[in-house]
C-alpha cells in the first residue's frame, strides 16, 4: 500500500486566507479502476484563481467546500495505467490537487511534451499561458502602436500577457506591488515601463507611464487599480476582465469601480470578462505558439517555486499577499 | 427687430437640478451670414443625456458653463437661408436649444422628409431612435429567441430599444419606474413582461420575468438596477451601456456595481459603452428602417409633450424626476 498525503480545505476563511485553513492527512493511495490512470505528482501550481472557490459568493469555481482535498493543476507522472493510451512513466497535466496521489479518467489528461522542465505547463504553457494568450489576443485585440496597461504584471498570468502585447508591437505598461517587481519587469522582461501601486504618486507615475493613453487594459485586479485604469481610457478602448486579485482574499468585495458605467460610455470602452476553458479548442494551437515564442527568446517564463507538498499553503497565502515573481509551483516529487 | 427669447443656464445644479437654475431673456434674434441659415424652433428635444452636461465632472458634453443658452435638438424652420440648399419654410433637424431663432451653418442642418410629424425627428427618427437602434443592434446583438432586459424601457430610447429587440424576434422584459407606465408597455408596445424597480419585490419579480435569464441588456440607468441586471446575466450576455440616468441628478455619482469585474469574468459577459454620434455615417439607413417600421405599425413612437418654450424648465425637472413617457418634447411655435 502506497501511503498518499492530502492537504485538505480544513476550514473556510472568514477574511484573509491563513495556513490554518489546511490541514494535512495520509490515506492509502486510490487504485485505478478500468480506464482510469493512477498519477504521481510531481508539482503543483499555486494560483490566485482557486481563492474565489472558497468564497461563500458563487463562483465559477462553485460552492465551497470543507474536508475536500484542495483543488489545483499539477504535472504528474503516470504511476499505474489502465489505459492503453498512456505508460507507466509518461508526464501529464491534470488537476491532481495538493496531495501526493491522484486517478483520473485518461481523457482527462493532457500530455507533456519533451524538451522543456515539465512544470512549464503549469504556467506559460498551462493555465497561465494560456489564459494571458487568449485573453490579451481575443479579447484585448491590442494593435501594434497602442499602448497595453497589464495589472498584476508580474503575477503568473500578468508577465506572460504583457509580453504578448510586446509581441504584437505595443507600448507595454506593468503595474505591480513592490519596486523590485517593477524594475524586473523593464530589465528582464522588457516591459516598456512599470509602476508601483503602492507608490503615494501612483495616480501621477501612471499618468506619465502612459503619455498617449490606455488602448488595452488587461485587468487582473479589479478594484481601485480598474477604477484608475478606467480614467486613462482611451476612445475606443478594450478592458479583458480576467481576474479580480484585489478582491478574492476577502469575504466583503468591494463595490464596482466608479465611473461604470459613466466612463464605458463616454470612452466607448468594451470590457469584457473571459474564461480561458471557453476556448478549449484552440489549446494545441496556442501552446505551440507560445512553445515557439520561448524557444525563440521572445516569452521569458518566470516559475517561483516552493519545495515539498507541506509547503502549499504557505506558498497560497503568500501568493495571495502578492509575494510571488511569475507562475507559483510547489515542487512535490522529482 | 424679431424678438428671440432664450433660456439660459443662469446656475449649475447643487444637487437636483430645478427650474430656478434657468432663466429667460429676451434678444434680437440673430442675422445669418453667407452660406448660413436662420432657423425658427417648432419644437425642442427634452433628453437627460444633457443633464450630464451640467456637471462638474468630464463628460463627453464638456465642461459645464452659465450664461449660455441651454442645449437641446430642436425641429426648426428655415426663417431666412443665406445658403442654396435652403429655403424659407424648409423643416430641418438641428441644434437649436432652449430658444426661439439659431443660426446654423447649412452643413449642420438635416433636412426633414415629409409625410410625418416632424416632431417625431426629436424621437423615433432622431437621435433617440438612432440610439436605439444602433445601441441595440450593433451593441447588443440580439438573436431571436433571446431575452432582451431595458432599463429606463418607457423613457425616450428605451421604449424604441425594447420593440427593435421585439422585431429581431426576443422575448423583451422592461424595467421602468411606475405600474402604468409598465401595464403600457405590455398592452401598447407589446413587451413581454415589465417589472417596476420601485416595487418592494422587485428582484423576485425580476427573476420571475426573466425565467431563462437575461442575454443582452440595454442599459439607460446604471445604479442598482443595473446591479440588479448583472446577477441575472446569461453566460455570453452583453449589456450596452448607453445612460446612467440614475447617475445624472446629482453632484455625487455612486460607486459602480458591485459584480464589476468579478461577474463579467464568471459569465463572460460583454459591457460596451456606446455614443450613436460614432455611427453617424450610417444615420439615413437607420432612419429609413426607422420610418419604415413606425409606417408598419411595428414601431410605436411615444411622445410626451409640453407647450411652450418657457415649460422647457419644468419640462426637463419632470423628465429626470421620471415624468414622461417616450420622447418628452416642448412645442416651441406651430
Known amino acids: 500500500m502506497t501511503a498518499n498525503r492530502q492537504i485538505l480545505i480544513h476550514s473556510l476563511p472568514e477574511e484573509k486566507l491563513s495556513e490554518a485553513n489546511y490541514r494535512m492527512t495520509e490515506t492509502a493511495a486510490p487504485e485505478p479502476g478500468a480506464g482510469q490512470v493512477l498519477c504521481r505528482t510531481l508539482a503543483i501550481a499555486i494560483t490566485a484563481g482557486t481563492r474565489a472557490g472558497l468564497q461563500g459568493s458563487a463562483s465559477y469555481a ?137 507608490s503615494p504618486g501612483y495616480r501621477t507615475e501612471f499618468k506619465a507611464a502612459c503619455p498617449k493613453g490606455v488602448d488595452v487594459y488587461f485587468d487582473n485586479t479589479g478594484g481601485d487599480i480598474l477604477g484608475t485604469a478606467l480614467r486613462g481610457m482611451n476612445v475606443g478602448g478594450r478592458i479583458a476582465c480576467c481576474g479580480v486579485v484585489s478582491q478574492y482574499d476577502t469575504s466583503h468585495p468591494e463595490p464596482g469601480p466608479r465611473g461604470v458605467p459613466g466612463l464605458l460610455i463616454n470612452k466607448r470602452v468594451r470590457m469584457q470578462g473571459f474564461l480561458v476553458f471557453d476556448f478549449l479548442p484552440r489549446y494545441d494551437a496556442a501552446r505551440r505558439q507560445l512553445r515557439a515564442w520561448m524557444d525563440s527568446g521572445d516569452l521569458i517564463a518566470w516559475q517561483d517555486e516552493y519545495q515539498g507538498l507541506q509547503r502549499a499553503p504557505a506558498a497560497f497565502v503568500d501568493l495571495l499577499a502578492g509575494g510571488n515573481r511569475g507562475t507559483r509551483v510547489v515542487r512535490v516529487a522529482d
Not at 484585448?140 to 497602442?146: D, L, T, V, Y
Open 62 to 198: 462553485g460552492a465551497p467546500k470543507t474536508g475536500i482535498v484542495m483543488n489545483g493543476a499539477t504535472v504528474s507522472r503516470v504511476a499505474n495505467s489502465r489505459h492503453d493510451a498512456f505508460r507507466e512513466g509518461d508526464l501529464v497535466l491534470c488537476s491532481g490537487g495538493w496531495q501526493d496521489y491522484s486517478v483520473h479518467e485518461a481523457g482527462q489528461l493532457t500530455r507533456v511534451e519533451p524538451g522543456v522542465d515539465p512544470a512549464h505547463y503549469l504556467g506559460a504553457l498551462g493555465t497561465n499561458g494560456l489564459t494571458a494568450y487568449f485573453g490579451m489576443l481575443e479579447v484585448g485585440q491590442p494593435r501594434s502602436g497602442e499602448t497595453v496597461l497589464v495589472s498584476a504584471a508580474a503575477g503568473s498570468v500578468g508577465h506572460l500577457a504583457g509580453q504578448i502585447a510586446r509581441i504584437q508591437g505595443c507600448r507595454v505598461v506593468g503595474v505591480a506591488g513592490a519596486d523590485d517587481k517593477c524594475r524586473a519587469l523593464v530589465s528582464e522582461l522588457r516591459f516598456d515601463e512599470a509602476v508601483n501601486y503602492r
